[in-house]
């Protein structure tokens, strides 16, 4: 059976119609049911489904140097030439340095010991990463010793080994 009914909940819900005829009773319940919310409750369903103001960014120190900054979002602060001075923040290899890792491990991803595609993104789900063997949380350092190669996935959910380990993580 074919729907016709141009202007009608039928039309518009399950015909999936979007002419003008269907659009605008669609829009008529939807002034409506506002209109209806409105008096109920005294609030209008914009301002009830608004998402909340987000909180300016306040001006602060630099948590590691004491530096001034502009503006901070985060609790802990720190400005950029601390940032790169910080072993605890980034990874600081070069691309010839991080090839070198993921050639030494076969690439294979040391969490779940599948294979890694070398012609897949970087930032993609399974792309090439590396992780630290100890998490930085736990004292692990930024030394190739302690990196090894891993899909991208496995290291988000492996994380700093609170939840996973990587035995979780093999393949059957």
Avoid: F
């Amino acid at each position: 059976m074919k729907l016709t009914e141009h202007g009608t909940r039928r039309m518009y819900r399950e015909g999936a119609c979007r002419c003008a005829a269907c659009r605008g009773w669609n829009a008529e319940q939807m002034r409506a049911y506002s209109t209806r919310v409105r008096e109920r409750d005294g609030v209008s369903l914009t301002q009830r489904y608004r998402p909340a103001q987000v909180a300016p960014r306040r001006p602060a120190n630099c948590s590691a140097c004491g530096k001034p900054m502009a503006a901070a979002s985060l609790a802990q602060p720190v400005c950029s030439p601390c940032r790169k001075l910080n072993p605890g923040r980034n990874i600081s290899l070069t691309r010839r340095e991080r090839l070198a890792i993921y050639e030494r491990d076969g690439w294979t991803c040391g969490i779940c010991l599948e294979p890694v595609d070398p012609a897949v993104p970087p930032n993609t789900t399974w792309g090439a990463t590396l992780d630290h063997i100890v998490p930085r949380s736990k004292g692990g350092n930024d030394q190739p010793e302690n990196l090894r190669l891993a899909h991208r996935w496995c290291n988000s959910v492996r994380g700093d080994l609170s939840y996973h380990d990587d035995g979780d993580l093999r393949v059957a």
